[in-house]
């Protein structure tokens, strides 16, 4: 049996040296494959980074403090504007009833008007009367011609006084229609819709808030995502150096293999002493290699393995932050071009061109009220003169009825003339009266309107001008946070989906691990076949499990020991490798593969 | 200005991790592929901390922090030894070179920051 057996050491120890050469080329042949995953996952880092940043200004962009202060802005001028519309609508009916009460006085102008121009008939008929009456009496009637005269002037004066009067009524008449029909137009059309966006306005505020809320909200899961990441990117740095870690265990292997093959060959003539020790040295040392090849390739895939899944979760996690910022911003609208901050912006111009509007109207209704105010002044003066022709009227009664008087019996037609005229004196009082009650009416109904503008209202609260340089001013600041959100959301959402394809392309041409397990297998398969075989022809030995004791020694890693430990208890010898007492102090702080001396 | 870290390992690979981990952080790296190469470059080079390999070609971990500590540039700097091995009497061996602490790989980037910033003050 011993020629046998040494023939077979002979025949194992010549398998040795390929399986050899194919761990000498696995321990050196990953080197740049891992170098260049590094430096991808180096720029994936920098890019997941970049993705962070920016998701994190987005955050702040729409739910930060620049933004908070502009949603305040706008709610206290969504404040002021349903305010300031309020007063608009609320002063227009007052404007409507003002300017239909005075169209009801300027009505009561027109009877007083009439009886001037009947005034302005009976003297003429006077004048022509007194002429007559005068050329009748011949030398005696001289001085009535005069009167004749002067009868016929206030005549003409009463005429031109009224008339002036009656168009000045009606070019009023004509401008409080016309403004009427503003107000009421404003009222019905710009303040409805004021109101309606107002309304709008006033929903999208509490949207804003809500999507403040839910971008705070993001915000957080943005960070605990990007915690997430840092820690895909901790678990990569930790399972890229597997890599080194399998090499150096593939070299103990080699190192094993070489002073086995080194210790058969210094046997060189085996004999039937040496030979059973020899196999089944060759099996303890296969049995044990074999076990920590297999250790090497499985911890290297486990790490490839930690590496592809942490990659992938990278792309994923960076997509979801994109996405969830997308849903976010962009909320349930149909369209990914149109925000709420767009439809805001819309918005806030409307009601700004409304404003606008509403502010001309105010400006035309305040120039109605003072032209209404002029017109009555000037109606004022024509009274006042009306006034003066009515004394003037009496003056020239009562020198008629003195000329009558001298004139004797003859006289005594003049008399009656000069009757006439003193009552019509009287009647021109009744009648100004009236026109002056009617004009002192409309003064004290304009008068409470006439310095009376929209422009500054009345609790002191911001003018048109004012609102509009503020909702400009929030326009342009929603312009640019728009801008800048529709610009970041768009990189965001191209640099996470670039990232992510990059990081599947990488993932997707990894096999290093593959490729290192394939050749691995056909090693382990060559050694467990020759310890197969050594254990069928010997049996473990006592005298290896006493080496076990002392081979742990040539043992550096941890997980060495452990496999030792394994194969050790395996073979009924009980070691205590794994747990060595480990320096006093630091390592619950930085963990148990950490001292600090 | 950030600290400057040199790193000594002839894995290529792990020095790529130790740098990429402590530039993350904010630190400036300075690389040498074995403990002679560190040497040479620690004569001229003042560094803020050492993180070297143990087993390295032409001179080993060991006998680096001996250089160093028996040098004047970099003759206080904390060192710190990241290797694979645990033995208790290659720490014990390392503490007495003048090492300051001792990693296992691998290590997890915030476990080295950490000690990195504990050593470094």
Redo the contacts between chains.
Sequence with gaps: MTPHLCNQVAQWNSCLTPTMEVLRQLSGCT?DQ??EL??K??DF?FRSSGISSVSNNLVELVAGAESNQLTERLRNLFAQMNSYLDQVNTQGNQSCSTLEQIMVQLENVVRPLEGFQKMDKALRMLSISTKIESARLGELGAGFTTLAMDVEKLSQTVSEKSAGIMAQRQSLAQLINGNLQMVRSTEEHQYADAQKILAAVGNNLETLANLNATCSATGNQVAVISEQISSD??AV?????????T??QIEHVIEALEKLQQHTCDKATPNEDTCPALVAEIGDICELQTAQTRHATDQLTKATNTILDSLRDIGAKQTQISQELQQALMGSSDSTETSLLDTMEKEMHRVTLILQNCDRADQELAAAMHKVTSTMAEIGGFVSDIEAVGSEIDLIALNAQIKAAHTGPQGAALGVLAEAIKRLSLDAVIQTEAVSNTLQAINAITASIADQSFLEVEDGSQPVSEMEQEARQIITSLSGINHSLQQQLSTLARTAESLSDEINQTTSSIHVHEEIQQQTEQVIQALEQVYAEARSLVPASSEFRDNLRHMEQRY???SERMIHEMLAARHGVQLSLQK????AGSES???D????? | MAKLIMTADDSASVRQMVSFTLKQAGYDVVEAVDGKDALTKLGTQKVDMLITDLNMPNLDGIGLIKGVRGGALNKFIPIVMLTTESQESRKAEGKAAGATGWIVKPFKPEQLIAVVKKVLG
Aim: no cysteine; aromatic share 12%.
């Design positions: 080197e891992f170098l590094g430096g996952l180096q880092a990117i901790g740095v930790a399972s890229m150096q597997f890599h080194d870690i090499r150096q550096t890693m941890e060595q007492q480990t320096s702080e930085y963990g593969n950490v001292d600090l001396f």
